[in-house]
């Protein structure tokens, strides 16, 4: 199984990143999909996921600027981060796991989200 997380770099504030992560191994449509992030100093975050469903659900500190997609032919998850703010700098990490458990058994490299002026 792979994840590979891509997309990241150096925005200002106010503007937006796609971040994509393209797996093999595990098909995307089938298994909850999570946008996590650590910023230098703090603990990991969960910020978005998308169900197998579909259903998608954010952090506070995202929602209606955040929004996590999926392309199935692609077996591709996206983030799309509009408004960005300096407060969403952080190594962005993709993770899949089945919809029933509560642990991500599969985790990507991470990319590198830098929100400054």
């Known amino acids: 199984v792979q994840l590979q997380a891509s997309g990241g770099g150096l925005v200002q504030p106010g503007g937006s990143l796609n971040l994509s992560c393209a797996a093999s191994?595990?098909?995307?449509?089938?298994?909850?999909m999570g946008w996590h992030r650590q910023a230098p100093g703090k603990q990991r975050e969960l910020v978005a996921t998308?169900?197998?469903?579909?259903?998608?659900n954010y952090a506070e500190s995202v929602k209606g600027r955040f929004t996590v997609t999926r392309d199935n032919a692609k077996n591709t998850a996206y983030l799309q981060m509009n408004s960005l703010k300096p407060e969403d700098t952080a190594v962005y990490y993709c993770?899949?796991?089945?919809?029933?458990?509560?642990?991500?058994?599969?985790w990507g490299q991470g990319t590198l989200v830098t929100v400054s002026s």
């Open positions: 993770a899949a796991k089945p919809t029933w458990t509560s642990v991500y058994n599969y």
């Open positions: 191994g595990v098909i995307v449509s089938g298994n909850t």
């Open positions: 998308l169900t197998a469903g579909g259903a998608a």
